[in-house]
């Protein structure tokens, strides 16, 4: 069973950076991707980044794209999400999910397991 761990969420003031881990575990597939999607209440789940394992290719949404940056680290098993110059707007619960396949999709429902999530708060 595919566990993550989300980590690294708060509180911080508009232009300011916060940097996101996800920890990987109990993964036996090869081929996948891992993507960053964000989530406020009354709103469905929204794509932030997604990188493909084996190759680091990334995808961004154009809402962050040259504001965030999403990274992999082979031997811990870990995706990161670096946010800089962050907005107000960026406020919601941050998750990461697993893709099993290399499309690097938009869709929420097509990822097969996700964190528990942790939030980020961005003041004015």
């Known amino acids: 069973q595919v566990q993550l761990v989300e980590s690294g969420g708060g509180l911080v003031q508009a232009g300011g950076s916060l940097r996101l881990s996800c920890a990987a575990s109990?993964?036996?597939?090869?081929?996948?991707?891992m993507g960053w999607f964000r989530q406020v209440p009354g709103k469905e789940r929204e794509f932030v980044a997604a990188i493909i394992w084996n190759s680091g290719r990334t995808r961004y949404a154009d809402s962050v794209k040259g504001r965030f940056a999403i990274s992999r680290d082979n031997v811990k098993d870990a995706v990161y999400l670096q946010m800089d110059s962050l907005q107000p707007e960026d406020t919601a619960v941050y998750y990461c999910?697993?893709?099993?396949?290399?499309?690097?999709?938009?869709?929420?429902?097509?990822?097969?397991?996700w964190g528990q999530g942790t939030q980020v708060t961005v003041s004015s």
């Open positions: 109990g993964r036996t597939f090869t081929v996948y991707t």
């Open positions: 999910g697993v893709e099993r396949g290399a499309t690097m999709t938009i869709q929420s429902q097509r990822y097969d397991y």
